[in-house]
């Protein structure tokens, strides 16, 4: 029903900067929230932003002040903003937007910092 695909991970050096994209595609007729969770290897998933329906933002104490999450006026593409990057920040970020219908997932984008 929602599909979502997310884009703009790739290589970057320490103090870099990216910008991840996540287009939502389907029977999105509303939203609760969507966010922005990372998971390193062997390593527990965690939530680094959300934004609600309201424009409210969450962000985790790591990434406070670096990292800013944003979408556009459609609400069909959620962005996440990555600015003095660090090789903590390495991990596959995965999108994913909470619906009254339910919860969808992107496969996620590789987000490599070198030092």
């Known amino acids: 029903q929602v599909q979502l695909v997310e884009s703009g991970g790739g290589l970057v050096q320490a103090g870099g900067s990216l910008r991840l994209s996540c287009a939502a595609s389907?029977?999105?007729?509303?939203?609760?929230?969507m966010s922005w969770h990372r998971q390193a290897p062997g390593k527990e998933r965690e939530l680094v932003a959300d934004i609600t329906s309201g424009g409210s933002t969450n962000y985790a104490d790591s990434v406070k002040g670096r990292f800013t999450i944003s979408r556009d006026n459609t609400k069909t593409t959620v962005y996440l903003q990555m600015n003095s990057l660090k090789p903590e920040d390495t991990a596959v970020y995965s999108c994913?937007?909470?619906?009254?219908?339910?919860?969808?997932w992107g496969q996620g984008t590789q987000v490599t910092v070198s030092s």
């Open positions: 994913s937007i909470s619906t009254v219908l339910g919860n969808y």
């Open positions: 389907g029977r999105l007729f509303s939203f609760n929230a």
